[in-house]
């Protein structure tokens, strides 16, 4: 084994695999991510194996350097002061089925783009996975927001998430009752940085009928008698998308964002009909509008923050500076080029701060935040 100083790149060889762990020193993240925005760390790794993934947080605990991960980059808000730890990146690769007769497991690695692989099983005609078409980033990072789309999110397909305990170096199977999914969360999300989740397995359906039960994506369907093929849907979900710049293309000027901003806020019948009054007596809504809302179960109601923040003064298309709004999306905050992180979030806290001032409810950011003092931001401003 062969140690550098801190200010060299160290090569490590893992004895047990042929990987190389490389820890690169003053690296930047912003085109890491699909914001392209926010600093440098430290310290940065690229991890293909699970091997060298111990090897790297043993080297940050000798080093007495905090650990944070990162996957494809497409849900992280990265600070303008970067990363002063070292930062992994899970790129590990590998994908593999196992055909259980009507049930087929497959498991992908975390550095799996995540398009591909739905890709793969659409075109396997395995059901469970077709309405998440078209989302940009990782497989690892899938499970931490329990990522969703037109009417189906990862957790309804996961069987089980492989991770590395970043304390005690364990690799551990949680089965999708461990994981704590929620909507748009998981355990992984409310407890950041405890596990590097290494792969994910899917128990998908061969054969399966499509999910078809969200509105927009019935209709753009136009079904008639006949069930549309995975493919068909795959298609569909995939043009909806694109209508609402949320498909990364080079030629889309709003292709620099991670993706919704907020998250839809779930609130009791109550609040909710706090929400119509006072939008009623603001004159935003008419009398015989309503808020646009879904049931969740019996109690609670989601509400579209895109409608929320449109009210609230936000239109589509808004530029302040080198950041704004998407012009297809009130829920996308698009990065123009030559901005900083402070220019997006100083944007995100006044659109928050007009929706609570107009709705009485607090929006809630969707991505992960890199190099805060906290896990939200947001919370702590004003
Ligand atoms: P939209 O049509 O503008 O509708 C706004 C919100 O209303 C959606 O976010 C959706 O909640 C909810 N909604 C609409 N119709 C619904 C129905 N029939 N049943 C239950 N809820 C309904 O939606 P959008 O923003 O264009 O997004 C379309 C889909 O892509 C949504 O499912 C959205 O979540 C998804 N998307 C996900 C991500 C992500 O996971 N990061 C990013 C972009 C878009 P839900 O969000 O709960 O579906």
Redesign the pocket.
């Known amino acids: 084994m062969r140690w550098g100083t801190l200010g060299l790149m160290i090569e490590e060889a893992d004895c047990n695999q042929e990987s190389v762990l490389r820890i690169q020193q003053r690296v930047p993240l912003a085109p890491l991510t699909t914001l392209e925005l926010g600093g440098t760390a430290s310290f940065f790794a690229s991890i293909d194996s699970v091997g060298v993934a111990k090897e790297a947080i043993r080297w940050a605990n000798r080093n007495s350097r905090p650990v944070a991960i990162l996957g494809g980059g497409s849900?992280v808000v990265v600070s303008d002061d970067g990363y002063r730890g070292l930062v992994l990146r899970a790129a590990l690769r590998g994908v593999q089925l196992r055909d259980d007769g009507a049930t087929v497991r497959v498991t992908a690695a975390a550095g799996e783009p995540w398009d591909d692989l739905v890709e793969m099983t659409v075109t396997e005609n395995l059901a469970g996975l077709e309405c998440l078409s078209g989302?940009p980033g990782w497989v690892g990072a899938t499970p931490i927001?329990n990522?969703?789309?037109?009417?189906q999110d990862v957790a309804m397909a996961i069987e089980g998430v492989r991770v590395l305990d970043l304390k005690n170096l364990e690799e551990k199977t949680l089965a999708r009752e461990a994981c704590g999914f929620g909507?748009?969360t998981s355990t992984f999300r409310e407890i950041p940085n405890h596990f590097m989740v290494l792969s994910v397995t899917f128990a998908l359906e061969r054969h399966g009928r499509p999910k078809i039960?969200?509105?927009?994506l019935r209709r753009s369907l136009e079904i008639g008698g006949t069930t549309p093929s995975l493919a068909e849907v795959r298609q569909a979900v995939l043009g909806?998308?694109r209508s609402?710049s949320?498909v990364i293309e080079a030629s889309d000027p709003n292709r620099l964002s991670a993706?919704?901003f907020f998250v839809?806020p779930v609130v009791d019948a109550l609040t909710l009909a706090t929400m119509i009054e006072r939008a009623r007596n603001s004159g935003v809504l008419g009398s015989s509008e309503n808020v646009?809302n879904?049931p969740v179960d019996g109690q609670s109601f989601?509400v579209?923050?895109?409608?929320l923040i449109e009210k609230a003064g936000f239109a589509k298309g808004l530029r302040r500076g080198a950041c704004g709004i998407s012009s297809a999306?009130a829920?996308?905050l698009v990065h123009h080029g030559g901005g900083t992180t402070r220019d997006l979030l100083t944007l995100a806290q006044d659109i928050r701060d007009a929706v609570r001032l107009q709705f009485d409810v607090e929006l809630q950011p969707?991505p992960v935040f890199l190099g805060f003092p906290t896990a939200n931001p947001l919370a702590a401003s004003r």
Do not use: T
Request: aromatic share 16%; net charge positive; no cysteine.
């Open positions: 849900n989302i927001q990522v969703g789309a037109y009417g909507y748009r039960e969200y509105g927009e909806l998308r609402k949320m993706g919704s839809n646009p879904f989601k579209s923050a895109a409608w999306h829920l996308a969707e």
